[in-house]
């Protein structure tokens, strides 16, 4: 179609443009309206999965006695995702920083399971009905949580590869752990949808009020359970009266009573790509140009980055709104398709690397 990508050539670039070349997931069937970006958001937003996922929840302890949730897609055909075949690779699903596991992103994980992956929801601290059984949430690039969850994933299968996908504003928690954590990442390749790249820039410029307002009032809801355990550290009444996700923001995180600090050091802590140099997996970023979430391509998209990194690609399309990318007939969106093609042509390529080479695989 008229997706273009973007990156540093390489072996691996030229797989991929001809793997992604020859998938029909970007030719043909495109939404009827691709010039209204904020319907195919909301089309997206609201549209339910089919069939109806089921999903089986593990609750992970971490070492400050906080807890994240797992959800385990295990679909409606019964078959437990948790407990796949030894070979299958686990598709660790990271939805937006609020906490909104959207029908998108399930609907996501049912065509992964479909394809023999083993899809796995990431829940952080406090986030669609994980317990906060401690009074802390998670900053929007602090990758801690995540990477216990990687390591538990990684001591429960052992011999699986692991990938991960994240969607819309999670994708700062993402690209903030591969930076981290660099070749020790454990991920064999990371995808993300309509990220968010440059977190302080997306806070200050603020959303537009259709997709903004019904975030914050997600947000709040959410927040307002934890009320007595928050009030530890936080003005619950300021922060349950802040009228943009900035505030709710800098009052979460930035305005504690025990350990307040400015909004300039919080993003020195928590830009997603404060260490993008050190990253080591291979990265997919899908992103629509334009989308009404992340803002002007001139002024959000790090198109140096992906000419100077050999594990950052960017493919770019004209249209396809925030998280949106509509199609007609089976899936309705063909950036899962592609992502899920990706995820293929990767495994592909290590394989010939290591027929190539002579290399064992790595345990």
Request: aromatic share 8%; charged share 20%; hydrophobic share 40%.
């Amino acid at each position: 179609g008229h997706c273009r990508l973007l990156c540093k050539p390489s072996a691996l670039a030229q797989h991929l443009v001809r793997s992604l070349g020859r998938s029909a997931a970007l030719r043909g069937g495109r939404w009827p309206w691709p010039s209204w970006p904020q319907l195919q958001m909301l089309w997206r937003l609201l549209q339910l999965p089919e069939p109806e996922p089921v999903v089986a929840r593990e609750l992970l302890q971490l070492p400050d006695a906080g807890l994240v949730a797992l959800d385990w897609l295990v679909g409606p055909w019964g078959a437990a995702g948790g407990g796949g075949a030894v070979s299958s690779p686990v598709l660790l699903l990271i939805p937006n920083a609020a906490g909104k596991v959207t029908g998108g992103l399930l609907q996501l994980g049912l065509r992964a399971l479909e394809r023999g992956f083993i899809p796995v929801i990431f829940n952080r601290r406090g986030h669609n009905g994980c317990p906060l059984t401690t009074p802390r949430l998670q900053p929007f690039g602090d990758p801690g949580d995540l990477r216990e969850a990687v390591t538990y994933l990684r001591c429960r299968h052992p011999s699986a590869s692991l990938l991960a996908v994240s969607e819309g504003s999670g994708s700062g928690l993402l690209l903030a752990y591969l930076g981290e954590s660099g070749s020790s990442s454990r991920l064999a390749a990371a995808a993300c949808l309509s990220p968010i790249f440059r977190g302080r820039d997306w806070f200050e410029a603020g959303m537009p009020w259709l997709y903004e307002w019904p975030l914050l009032l997600h947000l709040k809801q959410g927040l307002s359970r934890y009320a007595g355990a928050l009030a530890e550290v936080v003005d619950m009444d300021r922060l349950l009266g802040s009228r943009s996700l900035r505030e709710l923001e800098e009052t979460l995180f930035c305005r504690t009573r025990s350990c307040p600090t400015s909004w300039e050091s919080y993003w020195e802590r928590n830009e997603p790509l404060r260490d993008a140099d050190e990253a080591a997996v291979p990265v997919l970023c899908l992103c629509s140009a334009d989308d009404p979430v992340r803002g002007p391509p001139a002024q959000s998209l790090p198109r140096e980055l992906f000419r100077s990194s050999p594990y950052f690609f960017l493919l770019l399309t004209p249209h396809g709104g925030h998280c949106g990318f509509p199609r007609r007939g089976p899936g309705r969106c063909w950036a899962h398709e592609a992502v899920l093609e990706y995820f293929r042509a990767m495994a592909e390529f290590l394989r010939m690397e290591e027929r190539r080479k002579g290399l064992p695989r790595p345990r």
